[in-house]
Structures are given as C-alpha cells and as structure tokens.
C-alpha cells in the first residue's frame, strides 16, 4: 500500500530499487547512524533481497521525493507484534543534502498513522543513538517521547554511546481519529 503527503511518496520497493537503496545507506553521514549493518561492505544483490521477499511482521517501503520521483531512501515498521500491538519503525533517508526540508518528518507520520490505523497497533518504537540530534528532533515533532536510555549500548566512531528508545501512541492528537 503506497502512503502519499505533501512531500513523499512510500511505497514497495522494487529489485531496481537495489542501487538507489546502496547509494543512500552507504554514504558515510548517513551509515554512521543507521547501524552496524550499513557499515559493512555490501553488493547490490543484498539491498535486493528485501524487494523480492515478504516479511510476515513487517512492512517495508522506498521514500520517493513526490515532485520528481527520486529515490531518497528506505522505511519499515517491523518486529510487528499483533498480539501486543506495536512495532519498531525504522527510516533511512539520504545523502545529506536532502536532510532538513520535511522528507523525514512527513515519511515518520504517515509510517505512524499507518501501524494505528491500518494495522491497529496501540504503540510504535524508534531508536535513536546519541548523536543524532537530527533524528530526535524529528521524532518529537512527530509524537515520539524517549521510553528508555540505554547507556554504553551501541559502539558509534570508537566509543559506547547512548541508545534511546522513544514511542508514539495511538491517542497521541497527531494519530487519534478524527
């Protein structure tokens, strides 16, 4: 299912997506933050490996900008527990020069409003490390509040930092039906 706003469009990821998905993860100021996993050497047959498979506890999209279309990264909700009603959302989006103009904030909305609306899910997780100033901020505009601090616990540029885990609500006033 594509979810539409203003700025972004997310929807199934495709195998041609493989390098456009790579080219984002790999840039250095993007991997830094978007987990060990994006810091290892990968081909472009691993990004297509998500396109051709499904889940069943999770939902993956493509962010496309809505004015041309270009790919500007990745997003998913998965760890999707239907018995306890909540999820982990997770987002790349990239490179940099991209940042700081609502790609991020509207892509977190819709994925959010999605888990509570479509899914029926009461609450919604998002880790950040400490650091990411860019992605807290973004995660509060957005209704997320930090649950948890779990200090020393993910290695970032030679040192344990800090992982935070913030959660939404259904009830919050950006998702409650209206």
Sequence with gaps: MD????????????????EGLLAVRSHPEVARFAG??????VTPDRPR???AQREPDSVRWVVERRGDRALIGG????????RNRNAWLGIVLGPPSR?????????????????FRQLGLEKVYFGVLEG????????????YEVEAALERHQLLDGRLV?????AAYRDHPLYAAR
Excluded: K
Excluded at 75 to 82: E, N, P, Q, R, Y
Excluded at 162 to 166: G, I, N, Q, R, S
């Design 36 to 41: 060990t996993a994006s810091l290892l050497p």
């Design 162 to 166: 800090t992982e935070y885990w913030l």
């Design 132 to 143: 990411n100033d860019r992605a807290l901020r973004v995660a509060r505009r957005t209704g």
């Design 99 to 115: 940042w700081g103009r609502g790609y991020g904030t509207e892509a977190m909305t819709l994925m959010t409003r999605f888990a």
């Design 3 to 18: 979810l539409v706003g203003e700025l972004v469009r997310l929807r199934a990821p495709r195998p041609i997506d493989a």
């Design 75 to 82: 997003s998913a909700l998965g760890t999707v527990d239907f």
């Design 49 to 51: 490996e998500p396109a």
